[in-house]
């Protein structure tokens, strides 16, 4: 129907995609080559061979292994407990009538305003009263379930279940929850999908609260982690080497991530925008 | 289709969804079971409480972590409480508050902290939506292009100021070294207020740009085609149909991505604290870069009455989020009204 665009529209978007991908390009060069190097003049363009030497000082320096793993288990955990909870509201939300239902939508909402500043003083409190602090717990707490995740799946699940399903199982004796279970859930899979996918990345890359709630504790994210190498004891100057190799590796989990899902976290961004 | 769905099941007369217990239905068969069973009961209640239930989980989360600490932190930001102190001393009126106003460093951070958001926010707006509209062509590879826009935004905040940290060094980095070749006088990024401000905005950019450019492309894309068929043959060009309906059409999904670019823009944390290259986390040696949310977390570990005065900044950083959140829905209102009339 239309036709391809000019060679200069694919020469502009290949500038940007270049400039997106620079950056990481330079934290592997700057990862890869000695101490010295790294901070000399002109700075190197090229990779050099020292990768596995820095990996090796960021193993030492930081616990990174017990760092991803948990990375892994806080992000996993939230992505599970964001998704059951978000897919239950947000079914609530889009199929069921029940008094209050509109304004309560809106002010989930607006929710999504508040600055996380406004809670942190009270709620490290609270943690640190109940002994909490340092733990998984602490950092997964707020993200059991999101104003965002329940917005998301409000609007997939508007268009996604037709409410004739949903009165031929109730016909047929199907208590609610089991209606929820047989009709709603497989109908939202490919939006949970992509809801847990979202959190996962979200909870990964957060910093500010794992760093509020994990101070001085062994428990460390990823995140933090770098923190750490950043201000690594009897340190004067930043080992730039180090610390991009760290860098590098905290990444590589999720950018394996975004290769095998990248095409569905498109589809996902670019559904919740349609409809929002 | 729409109006169907605001409205749930109106007009599909006895919808179980619809159903919520009003005046009792004759009974399909009138067999002996008149009053109705346990089991009827059950699956009543089952109808009428279920709704409540399922958001229940939201609501009960938002108690403890969203509004609770937030009426408490307003309380809080009226009392004393010394450091170390098990709990809140006196309470001091606005003392809290006239303290944070007058501190010369929150005013910086107020001033840095918007200088940031308008660097990070206003250019990536005007480049998201031009990357959109080339998404938006009949591209080849279409997918392949859509997810190499959104590489950056899997790298995490901190590992993205750690990056741009050493990109933007003084003495080593490249941007530096480019700036050199061209014949240009190196750049103080960490030490002058407005190069700082800068660099920091372009970590912003860098990470949301091709994020906000695919929300902007999905509203691109649900714009009749036709619309731009006729604007073609009324003999309008390229960039006029970009200006008189692709612009437009999208105006809803711009403020949605300038509405929440605000949000997060003015909150912005980890980027300035880890760009620093001293080890304070001040947001630079004279706090040219420190930003409202590093001065909550900072004076929040301070010498005197450090909890209730990071109270007080917090809820003036949430004002200031909520002024600017308004100011660009009245704005865009008035732009809207303008354009149709």
Same mark, same amino acid.
């Given at each position: 129907m239309t036709r391809r665009p000019r060679p200069l529209v694919y020469a502009l978007l290949a500038a940007f995609v270049l400039g997106s991908a620079f950056p990481l390009y330079w934290s592997f060069i700057i990862g890869s080559v000695t101490r010295q190097r790294a901070s000399?003049? +002109? +700075? +190197? =363009?090229l990779p050099g061979g020292h990768f596995l030497d820095n990996a090796s000082q960021v193993f030492d320096r930081i616990d990174f292994w017990s760092a991803l793993l948990n990375s892994i288990l806080i992000s996993g955990f939230s992505a599970l407990s964001v998704v059951l909870f978000s897919t239950l509201a947000g079914y609530s939300f889009a199929k069921l009538r029940f008094r209050g239902s509109n304004a309560a939508m809106v002010f989930v909402v607006m929710t999504m305003a508040i600055p996380p500043q406004l809670a942190l003083i009270p709620l490290l409190k609270e943690f640190s009263n109940l002994g909490l602090t340092g733990t998984h717990f602490a950092v997964a707490l707020p993200w059991l379930v999101t104003a965002f995740g329940v917005f998301f799946m409000r609007q997939y699940l508007v268009d996604a279940i037709p409410d004739e399903l949903i009165d031929a199982a109730r016909v047929d004796g199907c208590s609610m929850i089991r209606t929820f279970w047989t009709v709603a859930v497989p109908a939202a899979r490919p939006a949970m999908a992509i809801l847990g996918l979202f959190t996962f990345m979200q909870v990964w890359t957060d910093f500010m609260w794992p760093l509020l709630v994990l101070q001085g504790s062994d428990v460390q994210t990823l995140q933090t982690a770098l923190d750490q190498l950043k201000i690594?004891?009897?340190?004067? =100057?930043?080992?730039m080497a180090l610390l991009q190799a760290g860098t590098i590796l905290a990444t590589v989990p999720l950018l394996l991530l975004f290769i095998a899902t990248g095409r569905h976290l498109v589809t996902g961004i670019m559904q919740g925008a349609v409809k929002g | 289709m729409t109006d169907h769905h605001d409205l749930p *099941?109106? !007009?599909? !007369? *006895?919808?179980a969804v619809l159903d919520r217990g009003g005046p009792p239905r004759r009974p399909r068969d009138p067999g002996p079971a008149s009053t109705p069973s346990w089991r009827h009961r059950l699956s009543r209640w089952d109808l009428k409480v279920s709704p409540y239930l399922y958001v229940l989980p939201f609501f009960g989360v938002f108690a403890v972590i969203g509004l609770y600490p937030m009426l408490y932190t307003g309380y809080l930001s009226f009392f004393s409480w010394p450091r170390f102190g098990t709990a809140h001393g006196d309470a001091v009126g606005w003392a809290n508050y006239a303290h944070v106003l007058q501190d010369p460093v929150f005013r910086k951070a107020l001033v840095n902290t918007i200088g940031i958001f308008l660097l990070s926010s206003v250019p990536q707006i005007i480049v998201a939506t031009l990357v959109a509209a080339l998404l938006d062509m009949n591209l080849r590879g279409r997918s392949w292009w859509r997810m190499s826009v959104l590489l950056p935004f899997v790298v995490a905040p901190a590992a993205t100021a750690l990056i741009f940290g050493s990109l933007f060094a003084d003495k080593s980095g490249l941007v530096n070294d480019v700036l050199g070749g061209l014949g240009l006088s190196p750049v103080h990024w960490h030490g002058d207020r407005f190069a700082s401000w800068t660099a920091i905005a372009t970590m912003v950019n860098w990470r949301w740009t091709g994020y906000n450019a695919l929300i902007l492309l999905a509203a691109m894309q649900a714009v009749p085609r036709d619309l731009y068929e006729a604007a073609a043959m009324d003999g309008a060009s390229r960039v006029r149909q970009f200006v008189s309906v692709t612009l437009p059409s999208i105006r809803t999904t711009m403020m949605f991505v300038i509405i929440t670019s605000t949000i997060g823009g003015l909150q912005i944390f980890t980027e300035p604290r880890l760009f620093d290259t001293n080890l304070q986390h001040q947001g630079g040696a004279d706090y040219q870069y420190q930003t409202l949310a590093m001065y909550v977390f900072n004076t929040a570990n301070s010498a005197v009455d450090p909890y209730p005065r990071a109270a007080a900044a917090a809820w003036l950083l949430f004002l200031l989020i909520i002024g600017f959140a308004l100011l660009n829905f009245v704005l865009t209102r008035a732009l809207q009204r303008r354009s149709l009339a």
């Open positions: 000399q003049n +002109p +700075p +190197p =363009l690594a004891p009897g340190q004067t =100057l930043t080992d | *099941g109106r !007009g599909h !007369g *006895g919808s």
